[in-house]
């Protein structure tokens, strides 16, 4: 077995991965629940941050546009605020071990647990016969984004708990299987971390401005259900005030949301863009009617979010500049994913040169 240097997370920080997938009209919700979040996350963790294509071909794209979404991603991330020089920014087809790493997984990992994953159950819709085999087997592949650099905490949405909860389960299982080479290659508390789920903050689910009860998404036939991330302040204003609301004026207290989806929503919004809970959003606005809020609102909102639409659309007039940020973390994502992929090999028993 060939000796590899030892890749241990750094002991006073904990080394955090998450992704976004390049599939197009980036929205508010994307910006709330992941992109806000990873900029957060600099000060106190180690990062790395993917533009995650692999998982966006478990169903088919336009390659041209697939480009372009890679480079729009990588716009919105640093426009957010995720500094490349901090942050680890890349793209996850142009780190190999992914891949290798998740066909090991795949042989790790069992059909009844990929049988129990309710995404594919949704996204394959009645027809799953035709779906990608790539679309059944992404669980496995989002573990193997999070294994390959031992991370330790991966901020998701609550939708996708579930596949860090797998991903648990298959480091565990991997860490039992072959307990007696990860021991003697010097891991003998096992050698995959098992990550923990960041679910927080106020906004962590934004839903439709159409339907409280939908979640927000670039497939909504309706512009006006959402906010995108390269909107200008005219358009945001629009969205906001032609949001769905109900009769009553806003609660004055959190417990007067239940029920309540679009008026939830607005106030969740609200509070995750001013960064305080939403008991402090009905302090402040709470018996206002929803003109008032809304008003409120469009005036948060276009603050906090029309310098990121200016500043990607700046940022993709030069694609050049945005290959060059996403070659060089790559470099800096095989520096972590290597040596790990490596002792992996090892551990099961590959010869390697």
């Not at 991330?77 to 901090?86: E, H, K, L, T, V």
């Not at 797998?166 to 098992?194: H, M, V």
């Not at 949001?243 to 929503?265: F, H, I, M, Q, V």
Request: glycine share 6%.
């Amino acid at each position: 077995m060939q000796e590899t240097p030892k890749q241990d997370t750094p002991a006073h920080k904990t080394r955090v991965f998450s992704g976004v997938q390049p599939t197009g009209n980036l929205h508010l919700g994307n910006y709330l629940g992941a992109i806000k979040r990873f900029v957060e996350m600099q000060a106190d963790h180690e990062c790395l941050f993917c533009v995650v294509d692999l998982h966006a071909i478990t169903v088919f794209q336009d390659p041209d546009e697939l480009t372009h979404n890679t480079r729009e991603v990588t716009a919105a991330y640093i426009a957010a605020g995720i500094d490349p020089a901090r942050s680890t920014i890349f793209n996850q087809s142009q780190v190999s071990g992914h891949a290798e790493l998740a066909w090991i997984l795949n042989c790790v990992a069992r059909i009844g647990w990929l049988n129990r994953m309710t995404q594919f159950k949704e996204k394959a819709g009645k027809d799953r016969e035709k779906a990608s085999a790539g679309l059944y087997v992404y669980p496995n592949l989002m573990a193997a984004d999070v294994l390959l650099y031992h991370a330790t905490h991966v901020p998701v949405g609550e939708d996708q708990k579930q596949h860090i909860e797998l991903a648990r389960d298959i480091a565990q299982k991997f860490n039992n299987d072959f307990a007696k080479t990860i021991e003697r290659a010097g891991y003998p508390d096992g050698f995959f971390p098992l990550p923990e789920p960041l679910i927080a903050g106020p906004a962590t689910r934004v839903m439709s401005f159409r339907d409280g009860t939908k979640k927000m998404s670039k497939s909504d036939p309706s512009d006006l259900s959402r906010i995108n991330m390269t909107d200008d302040r005219d358009t945001i204003a629009k969205k906001i005030k032609k949001a769905k609301t109900d009769p009553e004026p806003l609660p004055s207290e959190a417990d007067g949301l239940k029920e309540r989806p679009e008026a939830d929503n607005l106030v969740g919004i609200y509070a995750a863009l001013a960064g305080i809970g939403k008991e402090a959003v009905l302090t402040d606005h709470g018996n206002a009617p929803f003109s008032a809020f809304k008003g409120a609102l469009v005036d948060l909102a276009t603050e906090k979010l029309t310098p990121i639409g200016d500043e990607m659309r700046r940022l993709l007039s030069d694609p050049v500049e945005i290959d060059r940020i996403l070659a060089d973390g790559a470099k800096r994502a095989h520096d972590v994913a290597d040596p790990i992929l490596a002792k992996t090999k090892d551990i099961v028993g590959f010869i390697r040169s």
